[in-house]
């Protein structure tokens, strides 16, 4: 028992000081501060957004790279927004938005979470990019004082549409 105690101790000792690995050895599992890796009741890992333990989702269809979610879109698909400074790690990258704000992004996809989500509550699967055709979504854009404008103005051209670009959960 004694010689099988001395290894065991030698390695939790090791595994432990200063400037051992933090990262997994395996690229594909880092991500970033501001996302959680989580197990669903069913076994299946996804990944959350961190504190808030939100799912998170890549809309399908939408150009690798680039983010069609617009200012009155983010109010309903929340981004998961990347600080100045942040690194991309591992399959993580970090996308500048049309109005300048950094998002993460997921093997180039940027991430989203949705605004009737709750933890373990993912309502926003399959949903398009036309959220504002939900009544749903116009009742909370007006709740936080979003004005969506009943007809296209005069110079203004409306948002084209994606159908295509549907919303997945995020799984590694």
């Known amino acids: 028992m004694r010689n099988l105690c001395v290894p065991l101790c030698a390695a939790l000792l090791l595994s432990t000081r200063p400037g051992a ?7 594909s599992l880092s991500y970033p501060g501001a996302v959680a ?6 076994g299946a890992w996804i990944y959350k957004s ?7 989702y890549v809309f399908k269809g939408e150009p690798p ?7 009155d879109c983010t109010a309903v698909w929340p981004i998961v927004a990347a600080k100045e400074g942040d690194e991309p790690v591992g399959f993580w990258t970090i996308v500048k938005r ?6 993460w992004a997921y093997k180039n996809s940027p991430v989203y979470t949705y605004f009737e989500d709750r933890p373990n509550e993912p309502k926003g699967v399959g949903k398009s990019m036309d959220w504002y ?8 854009l007006a709740s936080v004082g979003v004005e969506l404008p009943s007809a296209p103005q005069e110079g203004r051209t409306e948002r084209a549409r994606n159908p295509q670009a549907t919303a997945e959960l995020l799984q590694p």
């Open 133 to 140: 055709l939900d009544e749903r979504a116009n009742a909370y």
């Open 50 to 56: 961190f504190p808030q333990l939100l799912p998170l």
């Open 65 to 71: 790279g680039r983010s069609l979610c617009d200012r």
């Open 21 to 27: 690995a933090t990262e997994p050895s395996d690229p």
């Open 37 to 42: 890796l989580s197990q669903t009741a069913a």
């Open 98 to 103: 049309d109005d300048g704000r950094l998002q």
